[in-house]
């Protein structure tokens, strides 16, 4: 593929991914409605709906991500040497760099600095992201002689059983409505999972854990690239609008449900991390709702062919700098959060009464993404650092 040259471009792949990097940006503009101080923190009914509204529209953003690395990556197009090699350079080096950056920036640099031996540091959470982009990395050339003669039968037997396990958390709550918080390194809430075939106190690995998690979001993005050719626009929107619908629908009204269940109609509502945990339990990546919207989603980006001036000279540059944008973006947006919740106030008592939550929320990522989108291209475009630093 010939970056310099749109024509060889997947085009619709750089249409979703710097859509799915607006989308990480209103999930982190919107956290600060619904967790505040040492845990859960809703101050109004309206900030209930408003982070359940926000945050359900753009929770798919993440397996848009993986999908486009699958598409352009899997399988693997040269050996796996210089495929790691490359991915080690593109991916690893920024990340090194960005997680010094979050680990002198923010808390105990001494202890930040420290326990980055066993882990990401969790007021830098959005990084996980790395470390799961890594391991499908290291698995795509394991999977890549199977990817290449896999019949079209045969893989939606795998993406039919990799989405039964986006029930697993809905079958989890079911069997035990309240499980146990168990809290690990500062503060993470760990529930303690009901175990389901084959898991037990000695054996987490259960029946279906190998084909649960981001793989299947891996197959998914084989599955378009290998098989689905080209669908007209009725087609889509006759496809991908309704799966699109259920999805929001069980994003938007599994969390809704739970807070208000808590709230018991007074606001604030607040409680430990626990809480937070169990209210996002249909906002999991992994989960139906979520896979239902990233599908809806991926046939909305597949009709997008636009390559015009505005695509060449901006949205492209962003997408090439997308992944630096997702790196670095948590520190402007968390300054320019506090400094609009300062500015407008908050709920219904804020300087834009009902309005003031959403607009604070719009605000915060359409200028985080703004700010941050420009800085990484300028950078990227720096001789041999700017790749260092943003990819």
Partial sequence: MNEKNPQYREIWVDWMRVAACLMVMVVHATEPFYIGGPGAQILTEGDAWWASFFDSLVRSCVPLFVVASSYLQFPLHYPTSQFLRRRAVRVLVPFAVWTLVYALLWGQPAENLRSLLLNFNYAAGHLWFVYMLVGLYLLMPLLSPWAERVTKRELQFYLLLCFLTTLIPFVRAWAEPYPPIIYGPMGLPNPAHYPLWGEASWNPY???????????????????????????????????????????????????????????????????????????TTWINDTTGVALMALGWILLFRKFSFSGHFYQHVLLPVSKASYGMYLSHMVVLAMLGGWLRGALGTGHDGLLGIWTTPIQILLTALLTFSAVGAACVVVQRIPKVGKWIVG
């Avoid at 029946?207 to 649960?212: A, E, G, P, Q, T």
């Avoid at 699109?244 to 739970?258: C, P, R, S, V, Y």
């Avoid at 606001?267 to 169990?278: D, E, K, Y």
């Fill in 206 to 280: 259960g029946l279906f854990y190998y084909l649960s998690g981001f793989v299947g979001y891996l197959l998914l993005g084989l599955y378009f690239r290998r098989f689905v050719g080209p669908l007209s626009w009725r087609r889509t929107l006759c496809i991908g609008l309704p799966l699109w619908l259920a999805g929001f629908a069980i994003t938007f009204g599994g969390f809704l449900a739970m807070v208000m269940n808590d709230a018991q109609g007074q606001f604030p509502v607040t409680g430990p991390m626990g809480m937070v945990a169990v209210w996002e």
